[in-house]
Nanobody
Framework: QVQLVESGGGLVQPGGSLRLSCAAS????????MGWYRQAPGKQREMVAS???????TYADSVKGRFTISRDNSKNTVYLQMNSLKPEDTAVYYC????????WGQGTQVTVSS
């Protein structure tokens, strides 16, 4: 069974940083397109950042210049470095993998508050 396990969430003050990790198992990680998504209370899930199997990255306008997505195929892991965090970044962050099938992690809570 495919598993995506996120970690690294938590409570951080505005302006702070967090690094999320998503470890994948039971997939050929290197061929999958990977993404980070988030869902705030009362809102729809939205794409935050994605990285294709070839390394091309895409970001939501709201996080450009603050967040960086990367992947380490040797560790089957995708990362999201989040800097200059704002209260509006508060959400549950999900890792997603897509190729012929799509898979989701269980999510990790990120709360930005003073």
């Amino acid at each position: 069974q495919v598993q995506l396990v996120e970690s690294g969430g938590g409570l951080v003050q505005p302006g702070g940083s967090l690094r999320l990790s998503c470890a994948a198992s039971r997939i050929i990680f290197s061929i999958y397109n990977m993404g980070w998504y988030r869902q705030a209370p009362g809102k729809q899930r939205e794409m935050v950042a994605s990285i294709l199997s070839g390394g091309t990255t895409t970001y939501a306008d709201s996080v450009k210049g603050r967040f960086t997505i990367s992947r380490d195929n040797s560790k089957n892991t995708v990362y999201l470095q989040m800097n200059s965090l704002k209260p509006e970044d508060t959400a549950v962050y999900y890792c997603g993998a897509s190729w012929t099938n799509s898979y989701w992690g269980q999510g990790t809570q990120v709360t930005v508050s003073s």
